[in-house]
Nanobody, 126 residues
Framework: DVQLQASGGGLVQPGDSLRLSCVVS????????IGWFRQAPGKEREGISC????????NYEISLKDRFTISRDNAKNTVFLQMNGLKPDDTGVYHC???????????????????WGQGTLVTVSS
């Protein structure tokens, strides 16, 4: 079974940085993509970024690209989301998701993913 474990959330002040981790297990090979999503209180879930693990292709929500960076450590089956310059509007539950992927790109649309982790809470407040 495919499983994802997200961690790294917490309470931070505006301007701080956080690095979220998503440990993935259950894929026999590296032909999959990982997406990061978030859901703010009272809002719909939105896509942040994704990475094609085999081809190292990344994609971002354009409004977040200058502050958020996705990366991977294949040896540890882990995908990271580095978040800098955090703002109160970044508050929410952050989820990672996974899907088998057979080409060299990835999607930041949640309907593209079948496997989801439990989420980690990020709170940005002074």
């Amino acid at each position: 079974d495919v499983q994802l474990q997200a961690s790294g959330g917490g309470l931070v002040q505006p301007g701080d940085s956080l690095r979220l981790s998503c440990v993935v297990s259950g894929f026999g090979e590296d032909n999959y993509a990982i997406g990061w999503f978030r859901q703010a209180p009272g809002k719909e879930r939105e896509g942040i970024s994704c990475i094609n693990v085999r081809y190292d292709h990344t994609n971002y929500e354009i409004s977040l690209k200058d502050r958020f960076t996705i990366s991977r450590d294949n040896a540890k089956n882990t995908v990271f989301l580095q978040m800098n310059g955090l703002k109160p509007d970044d508050t929410g539950v952050y989820h990672c998701a996974a899907q088998l992927w057979y080409n060299n790109w990835c999607s930041i649309y949640e309907t593209s993913y079948d496997y989801w982790g439990q989420g980690t809470l990020v709170t940005v407040s002074s």
